[in-house]
């Protein structure tokens, strides 16, 4: 059984994960998950955080498209005027970017919940925090970006 978890001693995947206590007792030690399910969990938690991140921008694009679309299906006078626009009225301006600001930051708060989770269930949280960093805030802030500029330039 080269192929089990507890057979492999050169694997660096998992050297961030928290440890778990060390057992006491023999019950305690009788305990402890099978290193062959605790190496599949791992191997999932991965998977979960590269479709989190995946879903959490295919998420927000897709309402704000949605959004849009039903803000121009409805019409307005800056569509009347043949500009090539989708939000025709200043109302649709306003509520699309409410709207759409609240998608990535929910998404940007269930990432960092799920990661602190992971890490407390001594499971792999290091692809979480890969991609709380790298495409989940960057994407958030130039999202914000864009829906608080048209809430603060509406506002005016």
């Known amino acids: 059984m080269r192929d089990h978890p507890e057979n492999d001693l050169h694997s660096g995947a998992d050297y961030y994960n928290r440890p778990r206590p060390e057992?006491?007792?023999?019950d305690e030690?009788?305990?402890q998950p099978d290193p062959l399910v605790e190496a599949e969990r791992n191997r999932k938690s991965?998977?979960?955080a590269i479709l989190y991140a995946a879903a959490s921008i295919g998420v927000t694009a897709l309402l704000g498209f949605l959004t849009a679309l039903?803000?121009?299906?409805?019409?307005?006078p800056l569509c009347d005027a043949g500009t090539a626009t989708w939000l025709c009225t200043?109302?649709?301006r306003m509520w699309w970017a409410a709207?759409?600001?609240?998608?990535?930051?929910?998404?940007?708060?269930?990432c960092a919940v799920i990661m602190v989770r992971k890490l407390n269930r001594y499971e792999r949280w290091m692809p979480w925090m890969g991609v709380?960093?790298?495409?989940?805030v960057p994407f958030t802030m130039w999202w914000l970006?864009?829906?608080?500029?048209?809430?603060?330039t509406e506002s005016m």
């Not at 057992?23 to 023999?26: G, I, K, R």
């Not at 709380?132 to 989940?136: A, M």
């Not at 970006?145 to 603060?152: Q, R, S």
């Open 23 to 26: 057992p006491h007792s023999f």
């Open 29 to 31: 030690l009788a305990d």
């Open 46 to 48: 991965t998977r979960q």
């Open 70 to 76: 039903v803000a121009r299906l409805q019409g307005g």
């Open 90 to 92: 200043r109302s649709a």
């Open 99 to 110: 709207i759409n600001t609240v998608p990535p930051v929910v998404m940007l708060i269930g």
């Open 132 to 136: 709380f960093w790298l495409p989940i």
């Open 145 to 152: 970006t864009v829906t608080v500029g048209i809430l603060a």
